[in-house]
């Protein structure tokens, strides 16, 4: 049962245009969310993060918004650049205890095309 | 700093083989993860330790696989008899204990591509 789901498997867009990747969880009890860029050849890399208690949370040009009613969230990159082709996993967990750990999702591939 | 170190990189073997992969944490980290990367499912959680003490090994798939940390420097992941369908790409992470404030945050090995023939 995948309790973090990356329904699109692959997007592509122009330099310079919008970026926005989807992920959807199934478990309410997840509090903390992040996303992971993986290139290829090389392991995955922390982007970003979200509290629940929060609706959004901004890094230069990558933004997460979180939609705990629709147990939603997406990342938006703008302007997207052709080096951020990569896959990029969602990833949640519950926040603090000792038990708490990662459940990612399937990915999305993203190619920018120049 | 040195990261986490993955061993080998690329392990091409034949069916019934047994595959050792191994894992040196980055220094200091509390928690040390196994995943299992592939089209299907993504990356998939096999087992994690907290100080050397397997903790959750729901994530293994069936007994062939074995993973074991005899100490805080090193793990490995045993699959003994290998079989084509657990070619994948294995990732090791490790990340600090931060208590109450702990995200889970992981920092990830380069990853060993296992092809089983």
């Known amino acids: 049962d995948q309790q973090v789901k990356q329904n699109s498997p692959s997007l592509s867009v122009q330099e310079g245009r919008i970026s926005i990747l989807n992920c959807d969880y199934t478990?309410?009890?997840?509090?903390?969310f992040l996303w992971y860029k993986k290139y290829p050849a090389e392991g995955p890399t922390f982007l970003i993060s979200i509290s629940s208690i929060k609706d959004k949370n901004e890094d230069g040009r990558f933004t997460v918004f979180l939609n705990k009613s629709a147990k939603h969230l997406s990342l938006h990159i703008v302007p997207s650049q052709p080096g951020d082709s990569a896959v990029y996993f969602c990833?949640?967990?519950?926040?603090?205890?000792?038990?708490?750990?990662?459940?990612f999702g399937t990915g999305t591939l993203l190619a920018v095309q120049p | 700093d040195a990261g986490v170190i993955q061993s080998p990189r690329h392990e091409v073997t034949e069916m019934g083989q047994e595959v050792t992969l191994r894992c040196k944490p980055i220094s200091g980290h509390d928690y040390l993860f196994w995943y299992r990367q592939t089209m299907m499912r993504g990356l998939e959680l096999l087992i994690y330790?907290?100080?050397?003490?397997?903790?959750?090994d729901s994530g293994m798939p069936e007994d062939r696989f074995s993973a074991k940390m005899p100490n805080a420097s090193f793990s490995t992941l045993k699959i003994q008899p290998s079989e084509p369908r657990d070619s994948a790409v294995y990732f090791c992470?490790?990340?600090?204990?931060?208590?109450?404030?702990?995200?889970?945050?992981?920092?990830f090995g380069e990853g060993s591509r296992l092809t089983v023939l």
């Open positions: 478990n309410s009890m997840f509090d903390y």
């Open positions: 330790f907290n100080n050397n003490v397997p903790i959750d």
């Open positions: 992470a490790s990340r600090p204990d931060r208590g109450q404030w702990d995200t889970g945050e992981l920092f």
């Open positions: 990833a949640a967990t519950r926040q603090g205890g000792a038990t708490n750990k990662l459940i």
